[in-house]
């Protein structure tokens, strides 16, 4: 390989929310959504000249901006945006934030296909919305939408907006064009918005296909937004930036002026920067990255079938965030994660961080070199054998 994902880099005593969160020193962080991985040369030394330059002074967009993310959707996932559906943000929360503020009243309803990454529960509650949960149906070791629940919650006169995570976070699933049609189908039906985040949709591994929502929606008489970014997938969480895709100027107009309500309307000019490096010159980082993170898997499945039989490992279409059952132990997610950090030094997060559908499960961050994986596993077969 051109780039080293072995070796490891020492983020302790970095303000890592990662790796200095934990008091202990011992515990072994694998739980939030960053990697372990130097981001991309290329990326570094983009934001090396920016830094060397030595002046930070209010900045516009560049003029690349726009051009770089209308290429990488067209060339990593057959899908053409115009410059003018392009609203550029500082980040994913924001961007998520602002679109529920801008169309959720207090009080209405919100639809999350749980579990669901933790955050679309605080920024509905932030915003004082009521979530109705369409909880992912659990199948053989994979997950399915439970259609007829999420038409039951949509035909519901306060539901104004259905929140998708696509490549799904925690459970890992790719959804299929038929699915994504299916909730076309009933949003447009009932007149439901469908934010789709896809932060993840560069992470998909071979043998699925990362279809955008908005490509689906364009066919429905339907009110969509898709938000991107590239920070999970070159490691660049704490240099935020994201944009939101729509067809429908109108809605970016609003959406916009929340923006400029609240006050977040100006990205990062370093960051974005590293988002036209990322996508005019990080294609071949990426590309051996979940080379690697997929053999991380295929390791983690190995060592899983033969010393952890009794745990169940959720099939893995996209991300690096495995979604291990472990309802066999008759301990809850949060007992069992608090028993691994206090007795093993191993830090997961607990299932139910993600809804009650999440009872059971531990998320497992695998994005790391190989030696760190085979510790955290060792570290998780010392609890599996006092367990069982």
């Known amino acids: 390989m051109k ?11 970095t303000n890592s929310v990662k790796w200095d969160l934990a008091k202990d020193v011992e515990v072994l962080p694998m739980w939030v959504a960053d990697m372990d991985f130097k981001t991309a040369p290329e990326i570094l030394e983009t934001i090396s000249e920016k830094v060397s330059h030595g002046i930070f002074g209010y900045s516009d967009i560049p003029d690349n901006f726009h051009q770089s993310i209308i290429d990488w959707w067209k060339d990593n996932h057959d899908f053409y945006i115009e410059k003018d559906w392009l609203l550029p943000v500082p980040g994913m929360i924001v961007s998520l934030s602002a679109i529920v503020r801008t169309f959720v009243k207090p009080d209405e309803n919100i639809i999350l296909q749980t579990p669901v990454y933790n955050h679309f529960f605080t920024i509905a509650e932030n915003c004082s919305c009521n979530i109705l949960e369409n909880d992912l149906i ?21 539901t104004k907006l259905l929140l998708i995570s696509s490549p799904h976070n925690p459970v890992g699933r790719v959804w299929k ?11 447009s039906k009932h007149q439901v918005i469908v934010v789709s985040d896809e932060i993840h949709a560069d992470l998909v591994f071979e043998n699925h296909k990362h279809i955008p929502f908005a490509s689906i ?19 660049l969480s704490g240099l935020s930036i994201s944009y939101i895709i729509s067809q429908d100027k109108n809605i970016l107009k609003q959406i916009n002026k929340t923006l400029e309500i609240q006050e977040t309307i100006y990205p990062n000019p370093i960051a974005a920067d590293a988002l036209i490096t990322a996508y005019t010159k990080g294609n071949d980082w990426l590309k051996e990255m979940k080379i690697y993170l997929w053999e991380n898997y295929q390791f983690l499945l190995k ?23 472990c309802s066999f132990f008759n301990k809850t997610s949060d007992e069992i994660s608090k028993i691994l950090i206090e007795e093993e030094k191993l830090w997961l997060n607990s299932g139910t961080m993600y809804g009650k559908a999440g009872e059971g499960f531990l998320r497992m961050n695998i994005a790391c070199p190989r030696e760190l994986l085979v510790e955290g596993l060792k570290r998780l077969e010392k609890f599996y054998l006092k367990n069982t």
Do not use: Q
């Open 3 to 13: 780039y080293n994902f072995d070796e490891i880099i020492s983020r302790k005593n």
């Open 138 to 158: 659990y199948k053989d070791r994979s997950y399915e939408i439970d259609f007829d629940d999420l038409e039951a919650k949509a035909s519901n006169s306060k």
């Open 177 to 187: 064009k038929e699915e994504l049609v299916k909730i076309a189908e009933i949003c």
């Open 217 to 235: 929606a364009a066919n429905y008489d339907l009110l969509s937004v898709t938000c991107g970014s590239p920070c999970k997938t070159f490691n």
């Open 303 to 325: 060592f899983c079938g033969e010393h952890l039989p009794e745990i169940k490992v959720i099939s893995l279409e996209a991300n690096y965030l495995v979604w291990l059952d």
